[in-house]
Every structure is written in structure tokens, then in C-alpha cells.
T-cell receptor
Framework: EAQVTQNPRYLITVTGKKLTVTCSQN?????MSWYRQDPGLGLRQIYY???????DKGDVPEGYKVSRKEKRNFPLILESPSPNQTSLYFC?????????????????FGPGTRLTVT | QQQVKQSPQSLIVQKGGISIINCAYE??????FPWYQQFPGKGPALLIA?????SEKKEGRFTISFNKSAKQFSLHIMDSQPGDSATYFC?????????????????FGQGTILTVHP
């Protein structure tokens, strides 16, 4: 089954304790992205990756890191989490980045990771 | 800065009624307008999308109406069903300005929680 998986689905942690949220896709997609969803703000992009070893900042990258060492995996790293990073996080992937050759490639979202930082 | 404004925040409709969600954008370079549907505990999924060269697109009970001069677009759900109860996000992007292998960012609206009562 074609899918994007995230782990863990739920995480409660304390301020300053480093954590990693994993994301994996089995569709051989080149493009992957992380979003956070907050009430009243919709989805905001954190980081994205056009391909292996190619990453760039989205709208709200502060406090986050990513890496893309393999095509299928795109982990999100919070080196020193703070309470304002409490949110619902989504990983997404698509065949290519939106806008490649003027075409819109559908983004497939994972099930989400609900993170609480106390 | 919210470039895509979505309303209402929440909507309650009776079964069989019409649900209407509105979005307004500011960036005239936007040329791709998708709607995403999100069920509780799931990631968003592409529902329907439109390019500005048409004023309306219909897929089953779901219709996007697009008004380029007013910079507004809306989602109409005809014969709304309890199974349509979900959060709906509008989004916008510029595909034309992406070009080549560039990336076209999706800017999301704030989301609308739709409840359809049986």
C-alpha cells in the first residue's frame, strides 16, 4: 500500500529534551515536506526537500532541523524543544515539487504526530 | 502574514443541505487552488483543485467556484452528508513562477470545521 508513515503518533516531552519524528514514504517520491498544524493558522511549512541531500527552509523553520540521506526518509529533529512547538505535525511527499514544469503534483500526507512540550 | 483567508471557521449543515466555504487571496501570481479534506486523526488529502483559466470545476457533489477579478474561490458541497464532516483547507500556489525544477509553495487557509447533522 502506497503511504507516508510517521512515528511516533503521539509524544509528550519536556523542554530541552532532543527528539526526532521519523517520516518514511514508499512511493519513490522525490519531494518531501514537513508542516505544522495549529488552530486558526492552518498548515504551515517547516522544511522541505526536493531530493536526497537537498533541503530548504519553509515558512517556520526556527527550532527545527531536517536531513534527507535516503530518498524514502525525511526525519524532523527538534534539538531543544520548547512549549511553543506543541503542535500537530504532518509529513508529506509528492512525486516532484509543486510547480515542476508548471505541473501540480499531489502531496500525500502522513497521519500526523501530536507533540506536546511541557 | 496570511495570504489566504478562509471563512467560516466552523460550519454546521443539515444532511442534504449545501455547504459553502470561502477563501480569498492576495497574491495575483497564484495560479493553482486546491482544496484539502482532513478527517479526525488523519492527514489532509487532496479533494479537488482548479486553475484560474476556468471559473468552475465540479467533481461529483463537490464544486469549486473561482472569481479571478475578486481574488476569491469557494467550495460548494451539494447534498451534504454526515460522512462529509471534516476539516477543509483551501490553499494556493504559483506554478507558473516556479518553472524548471523550482519549488512552488502551497499557502494554506486557516481551515473550516464542517459538521453535517443527520
Amino acid at each position: 500500500e502506497a503511504q507516508v508513515t510517521q512515528n511516533p503518533r503521539y509524544l509528550i516531552t519536556v523542554t530541552g529534551k532532543k527528539l526526532t519524528v521519523t517520516c518514511s514514504q514508499n512511493m519513490n517520491h522525490e519531494y518531501m515536506s514537513w508542516y505544522r498544524q495549529d488552530p486558526g493558522l492552518g498548515l504551515r511549512q517547516i522544511y522541505y526537500s526536493m531530493n536526497v541531500e537537498v533541503t530548504d527552509k519553509g515558512d517556520v523553520p526556527e527550532g527545527y532541523k531536517v536531513s534527507r540521506k535516503e530518498k524514502r526518509n525525511f526525519p524532523l529533529i527538534l534539538e531543544s524543544p520548547s512549549p511553543n512547538q506543541t503542535s500537530l505535525y504532518f509529513c508529506a511527499s509528492s512525486l516532484y515539487g509543486l510547480g515542476v514544469q508548471g505541473l501540480a503534483y499531489e502531496q500525500y500526507f502522513g497521519p500526523g504526530t501530536r507533540l506536546t512540550v511541557t | 502574514q496570511q495570504q489566504v483567508k478562509q471563512s467560516p471557521q466552523s460550519l454546521i449543515v443539515q444532511k442534504g443541505g449545501i455547504s459553502i466555504i470561502n477563501c480569498a487571496y492576495e497574491n495575483t501570481a497564484f495560479d493553482y487552488f486546491p482544496w484539502y479534506q482532513q478527517f479526525p486523526g488523519k492527514g489532509p488529502a487532496l479533494l479537488i483543485a482548479i486553475r484560474p483559466d476556468v471559473s468552475e470545476k465540479k467533481e461529483g457533489r463537490f464544486t469549486i467556484s473561482f472569481n479571478k477579478s475578486a481574488k476569491q474561490f469557494s467550495l460548494h458541497i451539494m447534498d451534504s452528508q454526515p460522512g462529509d464532516s471534516a476539516t477543509y483547507f483551501c490553499a494556493a500556489s504559483s506554478l507558473a513562477n516556479a518553472g524548471g525544477t523550482s519549488y512552488g509553495k502551497l499557502t494554506f487557509g486557516q481551515g473550516t470545521i464542517l459538521t453535517v447533522h443527520p
